[in-house]
């Protein structure tokens, strides 16, 4: 066991455990998200965008995943094809994602930029939550970084949309 492993597992409440295990999720429906714009997208900054955030989500997903592992807490299982919309904050209805699996070109691109801002406002409430609730300092240290990748994302986004 490495010493930041060990660190992880010493010290987590609850709070650190709903972060992780609802973040996974709502993460792994942005790489979907992200991972659609390859073949729809007209926009290269789309495009550009689009595999920034997957690249950017996948690994914490992996990090995540191994604090819920060494927490004794279940690492959530996939939930593509599952309406989440209801359940935390800026998840996409199923409807939703076919909408966007449906589109392309311009319309893709608009539709993309607009839910994946709705999607990203959700994790900064979550991320709040873990900030202000969460006792493991690993799990606030994404929390804060979520917050500030993501809100740069937002502004990029607004800007794409406004352009």
Known sequence: NSPSSSDAAASFNQADVSFATDMITHHRQAVEM???A????SAPAVMKLAAQIAAAQ???????SGWLDSWGAPVPEEMSGMDMSGSMPGMMSLADMD???AASGTTFDRQFLTMMIAHHQGALQMAKTQI?????P?????????TSAQTAEIATMKDMLAG
Request: aromatic share 0%; hydrophobic share 45%; net charge negative.
């Open 34 to 36: 992200a991972d659609l």
């Open 38 to 41: 390859e073949s729809r997208a």
């Open 58 to 64: 996948q690994p914490e997903i992996d990090l995540m």
């Open 99 to 101: 909408a966007l699996k």
């Open 132 to 136: 202000d609730q969460g006792s493991n």
């Open 138 to 146: 690993d799990a606030v240290a994404l929390a804060q970084k979520v």
